[in-house]
Structures are given as structure tokens and as C-alpha cells.
């Protein structure tokens, strides 16, 4: 049986406009995020990151340490998306430790986003030129980078 099937009760109870409500309504965005929902995760994230473990460190370690409760258990990617997008894209204060352990404050956008296409006014560089390091200061802890 597909999952379609089985998510939206089965073959014999499956109903398409149902299915496609429910389909709907787990689809919507921006949903909250885990480390928000569960307090006690969260004050075990932030203890580890003040102890500057890398959040691939931390999601394994949740895993060993808390094996039969899921709820502890997140991903590393959900540990640095509620860092960096809480913070508009730059680090958030609380997390310093994590943005000078990356040794950048953004999250990288993907070449066919919108807003890198508006600002293809800027010149282009040449594929002999060097890679430039951003420089100056991070705005999240006040070192440079």
C-alpha cells in the first residue's frame, strides 16, 4: 500500500478531498520549530553549544544519550535553521559560540534565489580572480572574521 494511502486512513477509507485537506494543513509554513516546542531540548542545546560542541556533535550525542525518548532527538540541520533563520541570517546573540565555530554568520543562499537574481546588477567576477574572505567585523559577537 503507498503511503498516501496509509497516512490518509487506508484503502478502503481513503477519501481525496480529505486527503488533500490534510495534505494541505502538514504542508504550511513556516512551522514552529522543534527546539521552540520542547523546553527541556532546548536548555540541552544551549548547554552544549556554550560548551562549543558542533551541532553534528550534539544530534548524535541526543541520540546515545536519550535512545528511547524521540522527542530529544533532533537533527543537526534543525539545530543551525533555528540558530541562523531566528536571526534573519545573521548569528543569533545567544549563539556566538556556534557562529565563531563556522567562522561565518549567514546562511548561504542558493544560486537560483530570487534575491540573488535582483542584485545581478552587481559586476561579475572572473573565474581568474581569487576568492575574496568577507572582512570586518561579525555583527553577532563583534570579532573579525
Known amino acids: 500500500m503507498s503511503r498516501e494511502l ?20 502538514r504542508a504550511q509554513r513556516p512551522k514552529p520549530a522543534k527546539l521552540v516546542l520542547q523546553p527541556q ?17 550534539l544530534a548524535g550525542w ?6 528511547t525518548d524521540p522527542v530529544m532527538w533532533v537533527s543537526h540541520e534543525t539545530i543551525y535553521l533555528s540558530l ?11 549563539s556566538s ?8 554568520c549567514a546562511i548561504r543562499e542558493p544560486s537560483g534565489c530570487p534575491r540573488a537574481a ?14 575574496r574572505r568577507p572582512t570586518g567585523p561579525c555583527p553577532a559577537i563583534g570579532k573579525v572574521i
Open 62 to 67: 541526543l541520540r546515545l544519550a536519550y535512545p
Open 6 to 25: 496509509t497516512r490518509n486512513g487506508g484503502r478502503h477509507r481513503y477519501r481525496a478531498q480529505a486527503a488533500d485537506a490534510a495534505a494541505f494543513g
Open 97 to 104: 559560540t556556534v557562529c565563531a565555530r563556522v567562522g561565518r
Open 41 to 57: 531540548l532546548r536548555a540541552v542545546v544551549e548547554a552544549k553549544l556554550a560548551l562549543r560542541w558542533s551541532p553534528q556533535q
Open 84 to 94: 541562523f533563520v531566528r536571526a534573519g541570517g545573521r548569528c543569533a546573540a545567544s
Open 118 to 131: 535582483a542584485s545581478s546588477a552587481t559586476p561579475s567576477i572572473s573565474a581568474s580572480d581569487p576568492p
